[in-house]
């Protein structure tokens, strides 16, 4: 394979060898309780509402606890494809925002916390 196409899967390579070395495990994910997925839809309709809401279940954040909520998405600049969601949940108690990143297809493969935000067992940066 050559060409961009072979450029985007040895970037990705890559990636997940560092991320293997660095120990980036998936994040935490848990049964989100009833009417989660419903209370982010509120703040952003979006496909991977569901998944945002496992993982902020499965890392001890009560969706009670956030006010806001934005999505980045990222694209192939050459075929416009999306290729990966970046969820920001601001909190309602605290500065600062949880960041959730996932794949074209919604699954998770990262939590952090950015200005401020402290969750426990999550990496702050």
Excluded: K
């Excluded at 982010?40 to 279940?57: H, I, K, Q, W, Y």
């Excluded at 606890?65 to 969601?85: M, N």
């Excluded at 998770?108 to 969750?119: F, H, W």
Aim: proline share 9%.
């Amino acid at each position: 394979m050559n060409g961009p196409a072979s450029g985007r899967v040895a970037a990705l390579a890559a990636t997940l060898i560092l991320g293997a070395c660095a120990g980036l495990q998936p994040p935490p994910q848990g049964v989100p309780p009833p009417g989660s997925v419903a209370a982010l839809d509120r703040l952003a309709t979006n496909p991977c509402n569901e998944a945002v809401a496992s993982v902020l279940a499965g890392s001890g954040v009560a969706i009670e606890r956030i006010r806001g909520l934005v999505y980045g998405v990222d694209y192939d600049e050459l075929s416009d494809r999306i290729v990966r969601y970046q969820a920001w949940a601001s909190f309602a108690d605290q500065p600062g925002q949880a960041v959730v990143l996932l794949d074209d297809r919604c699954r998770p493969y990262q939590i952090y916390t950015r200005g401020g935000a402290r969750v426990p067992g999550v990496a702050s940066y």
